[in-house]
């Protein structure tokens, strides 16, 4: 006699919202203060820095000092977030945090800017956000089921897209009507606000990591073994560098020269509104649609990207480069929830961290690389030729991923997967153990 089939999962909309879990709640609550605040942050600081000391100088070494310790302690940050407390390690990093920002908010509003201070507040709190990203991408899978991470990654992708876009704005006029430096103090007041948020974090998914007795640099060692282990996440990473190599200084410091030349000075304010619209209405869709191979549709979608370079390469004028922004905007969201999903589901939870690290130190990594090639190569070949190349090979770099079997066959855990596939994804991950766990880049 067969046992009884196990009845199938409830349809979404039979689910509870995730908003209503205790846990994701005020996880969800903690992001959105803390992103809201992080959003402002940069125009507040550029405005403080440039109104204090009229020197752009001074600016590039105070963001420089914020962006180094950032990128050198990424693994050190992972390796920390696997063996300890992710939520210990989430509330210290964001009192850090208001703390250095409200440090450099009291220099402002007392009349008291120095560079040194300045940048070493900044460096403090780069520093903090080295352990920050890591633990933040640990931590969602012990936070919900992982048949609902998905829907989780694409609530956050909203909030992050929705601060982007209101943030900068609501940063501009603060700082007209009452200045930098309160501005600076409101960033520092959100990242305490979402550290009391983050205290209340109650687990309900996949277990914490037991506690390990390895030294810091053998974890980060493993770390890079078990990186290395699983090929989708190293072709996707690859991918990923690729990209920002090709794409993102060109889109930062060509697009509104660009821009300007072919459409005006307005334009550029509205393919940049145009394209967070896109992110959020991809973000929203996201929430609700169900796929076999969700990794493979954002690697497809990672494409779209390229759109806007190639317009501007193509001297396409705004119609058709407003809709290059709002399609590459769609795509764009998408790519995001597909390969933080991914990683929460298929990467085991005691090397997330560490694995997520690599991620994003590898992917970012070739972000400064990009921009300090892109004014040489424009004065040597031309600016539209840059950018469609540019486009050209962001694209190609997109696609590359597909040509895996890895990557094109790995399953979705909320989707419906055959057996054959999950068993042949499992063969392509890191061995013995199975599991659930955050997030990478894109």
Not at 107 to 135: D, I, K, M, R
Not at 215 to 222: E, H, N, S, V
Not at 403 to 415: K, M, Q
Request: charged share 10%; aromatic share 6%; net charge positive.
């Amino acid at each position: 006699m067969q046992p009884p089939l196990a009845p199938p999962p409830p349809p979404r909309s039979a689910t509870p919202s995730l908003l209503r879990q205790p846990g994701f709640r005020a996880f969800y609550a903690g992001r959105l203060v803390s992103l809201l605040g992080s959003s402002m942050a940069p125009v507040a600081l550029a405005f403080a820095v440039l109104d204090a000391s009229g020197s752009s100088g001074d600016l590039g070494f105070v963001l420089a000092a914020h962006m180094l310790p950032l990128l050198v302690l990424l693994l050190v940050g992972g390796a920390v977030a696997d063996r300890s407390s992710r939520r210990n390690v989430l509330v210290a990093a964001h009192l850090g945090a208001a703390l250095t920002q409200g440090g450099v908010a009291a220099l402002l509003l007392t009349g008291h800017y120095a560079l040194a201070p300045v940048a070493v507040l900044e460096f403090l709190n780069g520093t903090l956000g080295a352990f920050t990203a890591p633990a933040l991408r640990g931590v969602l899978p012990q936070l919900v089921d992982r048949a609902r991470l998905q829907q989780a990654n694409s609530l956050l992708g909203t909030a992050r897209n929705a601060t982007k876009i209101l943030g900068p704005s609501l940063a501009g006029v603060l700082v007209v009507a009452a200045g930098s430096g309160p501005a600076i103090a409101f960033d520092a007041f959100t990242y305490l606000l979402a550290a009391g948020f983050l205290a209340r974090l109650t687990f309900t998914g996949a277990p914490a990591a037991p506690r390990r007795t390895t030294t810091l640099a053998a974890d980060i060692r493993d770390g890079w073994t078990e990186f290395r282990a699983i090929r989708w996440v190293w072709i996707g990473t690859l991918s990923f560098c690729l990209m920002n190599l090709a794409q993102t200084g060109t889109w930062q410091i060509l697009g509104p020269q660009l821009t300007r030349q072919l459409s005006g000075e307005a334009t550029w304010g509205l393919v940049l509104s145009v394209r967070g619209i896109g992110l959020l209405v991809s973000g929203l869709l996201m929430y609700r649609l169900v796929v076999r191979r969700l990794l493979r549709l954002g690697q497809l979608t990672n494409a779209l990207a390229a759109l806007p370079l190639l317009a501007l390469g193509a001297r396409l004028h705004a119609p058709w480069l407003l809709a290059a922004a709002f399609v590459a905007g769609l795509g764009s969201a998408v790519t995001a929830v597909a390969w933080d999903t991914s990683l929460q589901e298929h990467v085991p939870p005691q090397v997330l961290s560490r694995v997520a690290s690599y991620d994003d130190l590898l992917s970012y990594i070739a972000v400064p690389v990009g921009q300090l090639c892109v004014g040489p190569l424009a004065q040597s070949y031309g600016a539209f030729r840059v950018a469609a190349a540019a486009g050209v090979i962001s694209a190609a770099a997109a696609a590359l991923p597909l040509a895996s079997r890895a990557v094109r066959r790995l399953p979705h855990a909320a989707g419906p997967v055959p057996a054959a596939a999950a068993a042949a994804a499992a063969a392509a991950g890191p061995g013995p153990t199975p599991a659930p766990e955050p997030q990478g880049s894109a």
